[in-house]
Nanobody, 116 residues
Framework: QVQLVESGGGLVQAGGSLSLSCAAS?????????MGWYRQAPGKQRELVAT???????NYADSVKGRFTISRDNAKDTVYLQMSSLKPEDTAVYYC?????????WGQGTQVTVSS
């Protein structure tokens, strides 16, 4: 089993910044896994925000490019999402994600609310 625990969400004004963390534990070889951040706004489908491969290659949704940065610390089995220039449309529950041996794992999510 793999456990993913997100933290760092909260309420922030538009233009502000937040940093999210996702700590992995359990039967995971963290450094070998691609890690991702997704988000789900009320009434909308869950969408990809960013991913980072084991080699550090990153990929971002167009809506967050230039504003969000994904990174990882393999020594701490943790992936981060630094968010800046936040907009009200960034309001969502943010989830950490990974896939291992054909199984997809999700964290419980952390709420990010951006006020205008």
């Amino acid at each position: 089993q793999v456990q993913l625990v997100e933290s760092g969400g909260g309420l922030v004004q538009a233009g502000g910044s937040l940093s999210l963390s996702c700590a992995a534990s359990g039967s995971i070889f963290f450094s070998a896994n691609t890690m991702g951040w997704y988000r789900q706004a009320p009434g909308k489908q869950r969408e990809l925000v960013a991913t980072i491969t084991r080699g550090g290659r990153t990929n971002y949704a167009d809506s967050v490019k230039g504003r969000f940065t994904i990174s990882r610390d393999n020594a701490k089995d943790t992936v981060y999402l630094q968010m800046s220039s936040l907009k009200p449309e960034d309001t969502a529950v943010y989830y950490c994600n990974t896939n291992m041996y054909g199984t997809t794992y999700w964290g419980q999510g952390t709420q990010v609310t951006v006020s205008s």
